[in-house]
């Protein structure tokens, strides 16, 4: 048990504070306006920065002071208060579960709702269905994938070409934007068999570049950053959204007055589904002999290689798995809008999405789920203030990793057990014991 140094806090926040003075000064207390003349003249913001630079230090001494407490704790009654909050955390997720589950499929019915709320549902679906999916190579396979965002658009790409040229429907287009990303997740998993940790990173990174850069340069088939418009919207059976409401159409089937929000609500109902597919498929499997192979995988490579296990085999189910759910988000995605570019596809996504994972807790379809609505709706919530939403957003990163540094739901159920099922804390997942 370690208590607080003052002398040593005092220095960190001090050094903490220099460095963020560095940051802020030129980016935050500079800045370029107009002037009513028309000219440009730099304004200042120096109080700005000051407050800046105070709650950074302010902040790494409440971690300090945070982390003396914890040691205090920790000496005290350490294992039976793990064992509470992972009981607790347990109890609340058979809770969470069934109401965030009921709550999605009932928020199109839900008075009040509008167009605003289904897309920003939309767009939350969209990302826990890629949560969901780069958990299976990241957080179930320990594979770390940097170029997720590859698949993704692959999967967009594929169904935009295929239906604009073939003209095939939604519903056809589906299926093989998987396929094919699927068959892309297998040509990057064979070359990084032997890789592991940053050289992984450096692989998949590289190759989520050379995906992008190659639907930017070859124009003939992409279109390059002009990109692909025009793409059909899905149909309720074979009955279109059309705003004239005339026989052969939803509205006019159903016998009811044609609105916008019938298509939105489609949408939403169909990543919906999507999403429930991608959680049953991934639990499934993890329950089978290749998911218990990918967790094996995930905590001890050579121990597997020891045993016997085919780890070639193991590793491209786990790109191809799940780069095929990235390949289904994908050709939604490319389906919801009309219209794709390469623009849609940077590394920022890719980063966005590995941050879900990670934040949520690698492993858990909870967490992720959870993940994923806290930033992506969190994310839009805060869209009012401008270039300090950026700021709340890492500064609610950087908090979320110091209080639970395995993610929100840090614990591990597992798939195998012996008379008693008992989660596996989050002390122990972080010892490398889980």
């Known amino acids: 048990m370690t208590g607080l140094d003052p002398r040593a806090a005092a220095k960190d926040a001090l050094l903490a504070g220099l460095v963020a003075l560095g940051l802020f000064a030129p980016m935050v207390g500079l800045r370029t306006d ?3 003349t028309g000219a440009l003249f730099v304004r200042t913001r120096w109080w700005d920065v000051a407050l ?6 302010a902040g790494r001494l409440a971690i300090h002071l945070f982390g003396a407490w914890r040691d205090m704790r920790s000496g005290r009654v350490a294992t039976p208060r793990s064992a509470r909050l992972t009981a607790a955390m347990r109890a609340a997720g058979r809770v969470l579960w069934p109401a965030l589950l009921g709550v999605a499929l009932l928020l199109p019915l839900i008075p009040g709702i509008g167009r605003s709320e289904l897309d920003l549902g939309i767009l939350v679906l969209t990302y826990i269905m890629l949560g969901w999916g780069l958990n299976i190579v990241v957080g179930l396979a320990g594979l770390l994938d940097l170029g997720y965002v590859a698949f ?10 295929l239906a604009t040229t073939f003209g095939l429907s939604f519903w056809v287009c589906l299926p093989l934007a998987g396929i094919l990303a699927a068959f892309w997740g297998i040509l990057l998993g064979f070359p990084v068999l032997r ?3 940053d050289y992984l990173a450096i692989v998949t990174l590289a190759f989520g570049e050379i995906i992008r850069i190659l639907l930017l340069n070859w124009i003939s088939l992409t279109g390059g950053s002009n990109g692909i418009s025009g793409i059909p919207r899905p149909s309720f059976f074979g009955l279109p959204f059309s705003m004239e409401g005339g026989p052969g159409t939803f509205a006019g089937f159903f016998g009811i007055e044609p609105s916008p929000s019938h298509r939105v609500i489609f949408l939403y109902y169909v990543i919906f589904a999507l999403a429930l597919l991608t959680n049953w498929v991934s639990t499934r499997i993890r329950r089978q002999p290749l998911g218990r192979a990918w967790e094996a995988m995930r905590e001890d490579e050579i121990a597997c290689r020891s045993l016997g296990m085919n780890i070639r085999n193991t590793k491209l189910s786990a790109f191809a798995i799940g780069a095929m759910f990235g390949g289904f988000a994908g050709a939604f995605f490319a389906t919801r809008q009309g219209f794709i570019s390469p623009e849609s596809f940077t590394f920022i996504e890719s980063a966005i999405i590995l941050a879900i994972v990670v934040l949520g807790g690698l492993g858990s379809q909870l967490g992720v789920a959870i993940a994923a609505m806290v930033m992506i709706g969190g994310f839009e919530l805060f869209r009012g203030l401008e270039e300090w939403r950026m700021l709340v957003f890492g500064a609610a990163m950087v908090l ?7 993610g929100l739901v840090g614990s591990r159920n597992p798939t195998v057990v012996l008379r008693e099922r008992r989660a596996i804390g989050a002390e122990h997942v972080a010892e490398g014991h889980g």
């Open 152 to 161: 993704y658009a692959i999967g967009a790409y594929s169904y935009a070409l």
């Open 195 to 197: 890789l592991r940790g």
């Open 400 to 406: 979320i990793m110091v209080w639970r540094p395995r």
């Open 34 to 36: 107009v002037s009513p």
């Open 52 to 57: 800046l630079v105070g709650m950074v230090m």
